[in-house]
């Protein structure tokens, strides 16, 4: 890959609803242009962006894929992107490194739930986009039934550029709508030939739209079409370019990523009209300062993603904004204002790589072994020349699932791998849960449960076993309760003797533990009574009626009595913690459970079926509102109902829904659930004894 100025690069995403086709289409692109030899099949595994082993074995992708090309004198780099939800992370990073997105749709499908969402997306980052109707050769494919789902749900700025030339098995090309011809696919050929009659009046009518759609990004066009002055190509062709630039115009191609039909025109359309670095401009920075895409400037690149290798090490991927980088020097990470060490640069294929002298302006690269630049991390020369660019936001992690190691061995290993696998998984968090010691996986869902999984064994050599969440559960009291605890036992020399008067009393939510004194006279030394505490203390983390850490309990320390010869800081701990688990049983001892605020995001025809779940998990709604066809639905709902929900959100809205939570409160859990809970510490607790 040589260097190319800013004004000769197109960096593109292809985004879409799993199975429409993106790799293929991919695959098909890079073969055309002869970036690639072999044309690959995602099916037998052999797709040049589809190379992780996980995506072998699910025949999809769950890795966005990079890849160049040359037409036209310019150089199309393409971001090949997972469709499926649980991956939605890498949507987030490819679009955080393109200036635009080729929205592909399966013609025999429609827009469907994924689509809308990347589509949503590419909104968040306000990317131009162009929309490829793939699989137009399969049985059931309607391009006008897709064409007015578009319309619906995005609007009049839909503009149909190719139209389709039979479907299913009678599909053989397209209709050029702006220079008003058809190409005939022949042996894979495209021929130029008449429109057919019977697609004259469509053609006309489409026409009519684009027109109508070119217009509005023209005021000059605006005035021709209100004239009624018909419009040439030429004008047609520069109002397209600039109504995709600015957004206010969604080209519409149609082909068959398989078939190879429309494919190369996508590409020509793609160099035509996707705005390149220099025409998208500046990019702000954090502290609203303005970065052009000039070679001669001083450095920014940004980094959008990270791939742990447990033998290369990490493989950072960037795009740059500004400036030129050459290889094996050095760059300042102004996020985190550290000084790295850079080896070769390297320009991607797939798993492939090739060496590059020196990247500039809109060039997409990577390079191996920085060791502490991040996903998001702004790259500059040195200290003196910093800037930080704003880092993409990625949904927050849903779904909780438990791992423990298989084995010892496993258990020795796991600690390293999932700090190195984190690094690449923006969208999964490690917690471990102080109430249960459970260690704790949050991911976007099942299918990225069972990635994360299977790159910890393959990547690491650490086997893990999943299962769903112990629930935090806490204990506390509900009344005050005095005890007088002496702890005494004579062994062959010196004995332990400890005495212990304390009051124990309830306390407000939330304000954890409390220990004070009221001890006169001495009669338990101020040595021993940090002593009491700490006993106080290690009892409340095991817990006394289901072995959960006791909170908002206030301990005083009111009369006591020692041996001058037997007494130690270790009798009084255990008086202390006898007195803990004797009061409590005297105390109306509760059992409390974590309670999220849960907001959950519908369409309005699912927002009946969405109450009635929260309802039927003791949810208790704060409130509604709706904007945009959409409804927000505020809850407050008890953690141990939660677990499972977003993999039941995705089933009863057909995957349109989303939720976040965080944990609200603490609150008295139902005694049917108590003594439930209670009951199985006591067996638990029963069979460790046997």
């Not at 003196?384 to 927050?396: H, I, N, Y």
Request: charged content about 25%.
């Amino acid at each position: 890959m040589k260097p190319t100025s800013p004004d000769r690069i197109r960096n593109v995403a292809l985004i879409s609803h799993g199975g429409a086709g993106k790799t293929s289409l991919a695959e098909a692109m890079l073969f055309d242009a002869g970036a690639i030899q072999r044309l690959g099949s995602v099916d037998a595994g052999t797709a040049t962006l589809d190379w992780d082993p996980d995506e072998h074995k699910r025949r999809q992708s769950v890795n966005l894929g990079i890849a160049s090309l040359e037409t036209d004198g310019v150089r199309v780099t393409i971001v090949d992107t997972p469709g499926y939800a649980d991956f939605q992370a890498d949507v987030i990073q490819a679009l955080a490194a393109v200036d635009a997105a080729i929205v592909v749709i399966d013609a025999s499908a429609g827009v469907e739930v994924g689509t809308e969402e990347v589509w949503r997306l590419a909104d968040d980052r306000h990317l131009p986009r162009m929309i490829f109707v793939n699989k137009m050769d399969r049985e059931n494919a309607n391009f006008d039934a897709v064409l007015d789902a578009l319309k619906a749900r995005f609007g009049p700025k839909i503009a149909p550029v190719y139209l389709p030339i039979g479907s299913a098995d009678s599909f053989r090309g397209y209709v050029d709508v702006i220079e008003q011809h058809a190409n005939v696919y022949e042996g894979g050929t495209p021929r130029e030939a008449p429109i057919p009659d019977e697609m004259r009046g469509l053609e006309e009518s489409r026409r009519e739209a684009l027109v109508e759609a070119a217009a509005e990004a023209s005021d000059e066009l605006m005035e021709k079409y209100l004239e009624g002055t018909p419009f040439s190509d030429e004008e047609i062709t520069a109002a397209l370019h600039k109504g995709t630039r600015e957004g206010s115009v969604v080209p519409v191609f149609v082909g068959s990523a398989l078939k190879n039909i429309g494919v190369r025109e996508l590409t020509s359309m793609i160099a035509k009209h996707i705005p390149s670095p220099s025409e998208v401009g500046t990019r702000t920075t954090v502290d609203a300062r303005q970065i052009a895409p000039d070679p001669d400037a001083p450095l920014v690149a940004q980094v959008f993603k990270t791939i742990a290798d447990p033998f290369v090490g990490r493989l950072t991927y960037f795009r740059v904004v500004a400036g030129t980088l050459r290889g094996q020097g050095h760059i300042y990470n102004a996020s985190r204002r550290e000084e790295e060490r850079i080896g070769n640069l390297l320009a991607l294929r797939g798993k492939d790589q090739e060496t590059l002298s020196e990247v500039g302006p809109g060039d997409i690269a990577a390079v191996a072994k920085l060791t502490s630049t991040q996903i998001g991390d702004t790259l500059t020369a040195d200290r003196s020349q910093a800037v930080e660019l704003p880092r993409p936001a990625f949904p927050a992690p849903t779904l909780q699932v438990s791992i423990e190691p298989q084995s010892k061995a496993d258990l020795d290993k796991l600690g390293q791998a999932l700090t190195r696998l984190l690094e690449e998984e923006p969208c999964a968090q490690i917690h471990r849960e102080d109430g249960t010691g459970e260690t704790v996986l949050a991911a976007m869902g099942d299918a990225h449960v069972d990635v994360i999984v299977d790159r910890l064994k393959r990547k690491f050599g650490a086997s893990v076993r999943t299962g769903t969440p112990r629930v935090p559960y806490r204990e506390t009291i509900r009344k005050p309760a005095k005890v007088d605890n002496r702890f005494k036992r004579q062994t062959g020399g010196h004995g332990q003797y400890g005495h212990v008067v304390i009051e124990f009393e309830p306390m407000p939510s939330g304000t954890g533990f409390e220990f004070g004194d009221r001890i006169v006279g001495g009669v338990v030394p101020k040595q021993y009574i940090p002593a009491v505490e700490k006993g106080l203390r290690e009892a409340l983390g095991e817990g006394v009626i289901a072995g959960y850490p006791i909170v908002d309990l206030k301990a005083t320390l009111v009369d006591g009595s020692y041996h001058t010869v037997d007494s130690s800081e270790m009798a009084f701990k255990v008086a202390a913690s006898q007195a803990l688990k004797r009061a409590f049983p005297d105390a109306n001892p509760v059992l409390l459970e974590p309670v999220l605020e849960v907001e959950v995001v519908v369409p309005d025809e699912y927002m009946g079926d969405v109450m009635g779940q929260i309802t039927a998990k003791r949810g208790h709604v704060l409130g509604m509102d709706s904007s945009d066809g959409m409804q927000r639905l505020r809850a407050q709902v008890p953690q141990a109902e939660m677990f499972h929900y977003a993999t039941e959100l995705r089933s009863i809205t057909q995957g349109r829904g989303r939720f976040s939570q965080r944990v609200d409160h603490y609150a008295e859990v139902p005694h049917n659930i108590a003594d439930r809970v209670v009951a199985e510490h006591t067996r638990t607790a029963a069979g460790e004894k046997h």
